[in-house]
């Protein structure tokens, strides 16, 4: 079957409903920017529900943190609970006599029956057919799912009963979500069924495995996206690669959100497994690291050496941004830049050849009057500098060697052009042989 563009659907309703009992994960992440794709490609609504239904482990902390990684990510909420909307509140939680009006309906009819204080689903015994938007009819068996509870003894409504009623109530039109939930989409048919309402469609995308194949959840172990964050990985690439794990048919270069919206299908959708790659999340952070506008990427290095307690002039940091394109990460690049900033701590012997080049430099710098320079005119000095040290039969790579360890104590960085322009001209006069 085809997706709501080819049937011509309109109206398009997807919600992204995360529960608030952790961090925002990876598999979440993943069916929130299906979801997100797919509304903005039908120009429809994407809706924040909170699926709070577990007092005991539900938290309003997370609640917050989880909606600002998710805009963080570059998902916009249309309606929600912060949002509002005709279809409120948005809380599970304070949907309550709703859900539990919907269970004595089912108890009159016979459908549901009460057992030690709960409200227990019977389960009719005959196959369930699910109309995925993605995979085609999937049958589940017979006997493949038991009776269930969907009110508990202390009367609040379990998952099964509030997302069934709520995305009939709020007028879902399409759930994409995980295919472990194969099981779940086959009980809230029924209940669907059983209670007169409108079902949405349904799309399961493949299970998010790590790169050793095993499976990646909240309580599997899945690496968060504010850990992802930490690691300095940029929103754009987390989007870009989240998209390419729903789907693959987008895995061909680096595009921002407008493209993987305007390109995103349900039936294109993964199935089977889709295996988390760091090293194709690398490569898109790089790419995409290395299109930011200079000012931008200089903006973003700023913020994390100030996490750092490394204050930076804006010009410092914007003079060496041009050579931290190749960086995989906003931490790598931080750290590349910190080199530059921050004054080698470790010194030894004073080398011959070092202390010449040094000395020299400062000679020349001095005669610069700007605290920085532009990359350009660190080209210029340098070129200055080999062409007099070159009479003293110094040749270009000893002198170039001699700068970049006396400068920075590495041997190895960024080009030496962006390392001459990020030193403010006081520091540089003060730099000693390494």
């Not at 429809?44 to 943190?65: A, C, K, M, Q, W």
């Not at 509030?162 to 472990?180: F, K, N, P, Q, W």
Request: net charge negative.
């Amino acid at each position: 079957m085809g997706d709501a563009y080819s049937a011509g659907v309109t109206g398009v309703r997807v919600r992204f409903a995360p529960s608030p009992t952790g961090a925002l994960h990876l598999g979440s992440a993943l069916t929130g920017v299906a979801n997100f794709l797919f509304a903005r490609r039908a120009g429809g609504e994407f809706v924040l529900r909170v699926d709070d239904t577990d007092p005991e482990r539900s938290n309003r902390r997370y609640e917050r943190t989880i909606r600002q990684d998710a805009e963080w990510l570059g998902l916009r909420f249309d309606e929600g609970p912060d949002e509002g909307g005709p279809y409120g509140p948005y809380r599970q939680s304070e949907r309550m006599p709703i859900y539990l009006q919907h269970a004595e309906r089912l108890v009159a009819a016979g459908i549901a029956y009460r057992s030690e204080g709960a409200i227990v689903f019977r389960v009719p015994i005959r196959d369930v057919v699910i109309e995925d938007a993605a995979r085609g009819d999937v049958r589940v068996a017979a006997g493949a799912t038991s009776d269930f509870v969907i009110t508990r003894a202390d009367g609040s409504a379990t998952y099964h009963l509030a997302s069934t009623v709520d995305d009939a109530l709020m007028e879902i039109t399409h759930v994409i979500r995980g295919e472990d939930h194969l099981t779940n989409t086959a009980r809230h048919l029924l209940l669907a069924e059983a209670l007169g309402l409108r079902a949405p469609r349904y799309a399961h995308t493949a299970l998010l495995v790590s790169e050793e194949g095993t499976k990646l959840s909240k309580r599997e172990g899945a690496p968060s996206l504010a850990e992802l964050r930490g690691e300095g990985y940029p929103p754009e690439a987390l989007l870009n690669y989240l998209a390419e794990l729903a789907c693959p048919a987008l895995a061909d270069g680096i595009s921002l959100l407008g493209r993987l919206a305007q390109a995103f299908e349900l039936r294109s959708i993964s199935r089977g497994q889709s295996r988390f790659d760091y090293g194709r999340l690398d490569w898109l952070s790089q790419q995409h690291l290395k299109r930011l506008n200079p000012l931008e990427l200089a903006r973003r290095v700023g913020q994390v050496l100030e996490l750092r307690g490394i204050a930076v002039h804006p010009a410092q940091i914007s003079a060496i941004a041009g050579g931290l394109g190749g960086c995989r990460t906003l931490v790598e690049a931080a750290d590349e830049a910190e080199v530059v900033l921050v004054p080698p701590r470790v010194r030894g012997a004073v080398d011959e050849i070092a202390s010449a080049v040094i000395t020299r430099f400062r000679q020349l710098r001095e005669g610069w009057p700007d605290p920085f320079l532009s990359p350009e005119d660190a080209d210029t000095l340098i070129a200055e500098l080999k062409a007099d040290l070159g009479g003293s039969g110094l040749s270009s790579r000893d002198v170039l060697h001699g700068l970049r360890v006396t400068l920075t104590g590495r041997e190895r960085g960024i080009a030496l052009r962006y390392v001459v322009a990020g030193i403010e001209r006081s520091d540089a006069l003060s730099r000693e042989a390494a």
